[in-house]
Nanobody, 127 residues
Framework: EVRLVESGGGLVQAGGSLKLSCAASGFTHDDYIIAWLRQAPGKEREAVVCVSNSDNSTYYPDSVKGRFTVSSDNAKNTVYLQMDSLKPEDAANYYC????????????????????WGKGTLVTVSS
């Protein structure tokens, strides 16, 4: 059973940085995609990054490109989301999610494309 556990959320000032972690386990083969998505109150859930475990291809939407960076530590089975230059509009519940597949496709990098979800971690950005 795939299990995803997020950590690292908290309160940060605008312009600051925060690093989220996603401990992933239970994958039965290596062809899967990990995504970070977020949902702010009253807004739809949106992806902020998708990364392929197979070929390391990534997709970032324009809203976070250049500010957010995904990385992984395979020895720890952990995927990280480094968030820099945070803005108040980045405040949201951040979720780690996963889907089976080899490469990242923009069209599939979204909530509907994910099969497994963590419970989320809250990020608050003060202005």
């Amino acid at each position: 059973e795939v299990r995803l556990v997020e950590s690292g959320g908290g309160l940060v000032q605008a312009g600051g940085s925060l690093k989220l972690s996603c401990a992933a386990s239970g994958f039965t083969h290596d062809d899967y995609i990990i995504a970070w998505l977020r949902q702010a109150p009253g807004k739809e859930r949106e992806a902020v990054v998708c990364v392929s475990n197979s070929d390391n291809s990534t997709y970032y939407p324009d809203s976070v490109k250049g500010r957010f960076t995904v990385s992984s530590d395979n020895a720890k089975n952990t995927v990280y989301l480094q968030m820099d230059s945070l803005k108040p509009e980045d405040a949201a519940n951040y979720y780690c999610a996963a889907a089976w597949g080899r490469a990242v496709f923009e069209a599939l990098c979204g909530p509907a494309g994910m099969a497994y979800w963590g419970k989320g971690t809250l990020v608050t950005v003060s202005s």
